[in-house]
C-alpha cells in the first residue's frame, strides 16, 4: 500500500512549500504476478509444435494377402526430383514456382528399352482453364471410375441434396470401392528432391481420389531408367546431393511413415 509520510525536519522559512515523501509498498504487487506468471504456465502452451498433418493411406479394408498385390494395368511409378540453381532449388521465372520434375512410368519397369513409352516426364502443374493439367491429368485419366462419381457427389453437396457428413462417407467409400479400376501409385522421391515435392505428390494423391500408393526409396531398376533418360534426352538428372545434410532425405523419413494399402 502506499503510504505519505510529511518530512519533519528543523526550522523552515515561513510560506515554505511543505515537502511529502511518498513510499509505495510492492509486496501484493509482486505476489500478484507470481500468481500471474503460475496461471499462464499452466494454462498457456509455450512451444507449439511445427509438424505438417498429412494423411496417408490405411489398411483397414485391405486383405493382408493382397497388400502387396496390384495388377500391371493399375500400377503407376512417380520418381520425384527438384532442379537447383547453385545450391538453391530452381523457380519458374513464370509462376515463381519451385521446379518438381516427375519422371514416371506405368506397370513394370522396362530395362530392356522395346518400347518408346518406358519413362515419362511431366511436373505439378495443377489446373489450367478448369481442366486437370500435368502429373495430375495422369493420376486423374488413371482413376477415371473414382474421379466420375466423386464429382456427382461433390455435386450433390453443392446441391445440398447431401450433407457434408454423407458426402465425407460417400467419397470415402467411392475411393475404396474394389469394383471400380483404380490405380496403385507408388512415390519415389530422389535424393535431391524438397519437402515441397513429396507434399505436392500427396496431395495430387488426395486431389486424385487415389487411396492406394506407398512411398518407397528408389533402386537400382529407377537409376537404370534414369541414366537411359538422360542418354536419350541429353538431360541431366542424376547428380551429386545438392541439399543439405541436415535435410537432404525426405524420401527416407518419408519411407519409414509410409503405409500401403
Same mark, same amino acid.
Given at each position: 500500500?502506499?503510504?505519505?509520510?510529511?518530512?519533519?525536519?528543523?526550522?523552515?522559512?515561513?510560506?515554505?512549500?511543505?515537502?511529502?515523501?511518498?513510499?509505495? +509498498?510492492?509486496?501484493?504487487?509482486?505476489?500478484? %504476478?507470481?500468481?500471474?506468471?503460475?496461471?499462464?504456465?499452466?494454462?498457456?502452451?509455450?512451444?507449439?509444435?511445427?509438424?505438417?498433418?498429412?494423411?496417408?493411406?490405411? =489398411?483397414?479394408?485391405?486383405?493382408?494377402?493382397?497388400?502387396?498385390?496390384?495388377?500391371?494395368?493399375?500400377?503407376?511409378?512417380?520418381?520425384?526430383?527438384?532442379?537447383?540453381?547453385?545450391?538453391?532449388?530452381? &523457380?519458374?521465372?513464370?509462376?515463381?514456382?519451385?521446379?518438381?520434375?516427375?519422371?514416371?512410368?506405368?506397370?513394370?519397369? +522396362?530395362?530392356?528399352?522395346?518400347? %518408346?513409352?518406358?519413362?515419362?516426364?511431366?511436373?505439378?502443374?495443377?489446373?489450367?482453364?478448369?481442366?486437370?493439367?500435368?502429373?495430375?491429368?495422369?493420376?486423374?485419366?488413371? =482413376?477415371?471410375? $473414382?474421379?466420375?462419381?466423386?464429382?456427382?457427389?461433390?455435386?450433390?453437396?453443392?446441391?445440398?441434396?447431401?450433407?457434408?457428413?454423407?458426402?465425407?462417407?460417400?467419397?470415402?467409400?467411392?475411393?475404396?470401392?474394389?469394383?471400380?479400376?483404380?490405380?496403385? $501409385?507408388?512415390?519415389?522421391?530422389?535424393?535431391?528432391?524438397?519437402?515441397?515435392?513429396?507434399? %505436392?505428390?500427396?496431395?495430387?494423391? %488426395?486431389?486424385?481420389?487415389?487411396?492406394?500408393?506407398?512411398?518407397?526409396?528408389?533402386?537400382?531398376?529407377?537409376?537404370?531408367?534414369?541414366?537411359?533418360?538422360?542418354? &536419350?534426352?541429353?538431360?541431366?538428372?542424376?547428380?551429386?546431393?545438392?541439399?543439405?545434410?541436415?535435410?537432404?532425405?525426405?524420401?527416407?523419413?518419408?519411407?519409414?511413415?509410409?503405409?500401403?494399402?
Amino acid at each position: 500500500m502506499a503510504q505519505i509520510e510529511q518530512s519533519s525536519g528543523g526550522k523552515k522559512k515561513k510560506g515554505a512549500q511543505k515537502k511529502m515523501s511518498i513510499h509505495v +509498498d510492492f509486496t501484493p504487487m509482486v505476489d500478484m %504476478n507470481m500468481l500471474l506468471i503460475t496461471f499462464f504456465m499452466l494454462c498457456t502452451t509455450m512451444i507449439k509444435s511445427q509438424t505438417l498433418q498429412i494423411v496417408l493411406p490405411t =489398411n483397414e479394408d485391405v486383405k493382408k494377402e493382397q497388400q502387396s498385390q496390384a495388377k500391371q494395368s493399375e500400377a503407376i511409378t512417380l520418381i520425384l526430383d527438384t532442379e537447383y540453381n547453385g545450391d538453391k532449388p530452381a &523457380v519458374d521465372a513464370e509462376t515463381g514456382k519451385t521446379v518438381h520434375n516427375i519422371y514416371y512410368y506405368e506397370g513394370i519397369a +522396362d530395362t530392356t528399352f522395346s518400347t %518408346n513409352a518406358y519413362l515419362r516426364k511431366e511436373q505439378f502443374i495443377g489446373n489450367m482453364n478448369h481442366e486437370a493439367q500435368g502429373i495430375r491429368k495422369i493420376l486423374r485419366n488413371k =482413376n477415371e471410375q $473414382v474421379m466420375k462419381e466423386y464429382e456427382q457427389l461433390k455435386n450433390q453437396w453443392k446441391n445440398k441434396e447431401i450433407t457434408k457428413e454423407e458426402f465425407d462417407k460417400l467419397a470415402k467409400k467411392n475411393a475404396s470401392d474394389s469394383l471400380k479400376t483404380r490405380p496403385v $501409385v507408388v512415390i519415389k522421391p530422389g535424393p535431391n528432391t524438397t519437402y515441397e515435392g513429396l507434399i %505436392n505428390a500427396i496431395d495430387e494423391m %488426395n486431389i486424385n481420389q487415389i487411396s492406394r500408393y506407398s512411398i518407397e526409396l528408389p533402386n537400382h531398376t529407377d537409376s537404370v531408367l534414369l541414366r537411359h533418360y538422360e542418354q &536419350v534426352n541429353g538431360e541431366t538428372i542424376i547428380r551429386p546431393t545438392v541439399r543439405a545434410k541436415a535435410t537432404q532425405a525426405p524420401a527416407a523419413a518419408a519411407a519409414s511413415e509410409s503405409t500401403n494399402s
